[in-house]
């Protein structure tokens, strides 16, 4: 019988694992926020330019 999945073989994996350091979890959290953070204004500068280019050419308030 196969006890891939009993209560010891999944201890077994979870040693297993390599989990990662407090410093890669720090770096990976702020590349993620440096990345959103520039997606974000890069699409609200575009939003920005679209609705003014709509003004320009006579459509929009």
């Known amino acids: 019988m196969d006890r891939t999945f009993s209560w ?3 201890q077994k994996e ?5 989990w990662p ?3 890669d979890i720090r770096l ?3 590349e993620v926020i ?3 953070a520039f997606f ?7 939003d920005f ?10 459509i929009g308030a």
């Open 8 to 10: 010891s073989g999944i």
């Open 14 to 18: 979870a040693k297993r694992v390599r």
């Open 21 to 23: 350091k407090g410093k």
């Open 28 to 30: 990976s959290s702020v």
């Open 34 to 36: 440096l990345f959103t």
């Open 40 to 46: 974000a204004l890069f699409f609200i500068g575009c």
């Open 49 to 58: 330019l679209v609705t003014f280019l709509l003004r320009v050419i006579g």
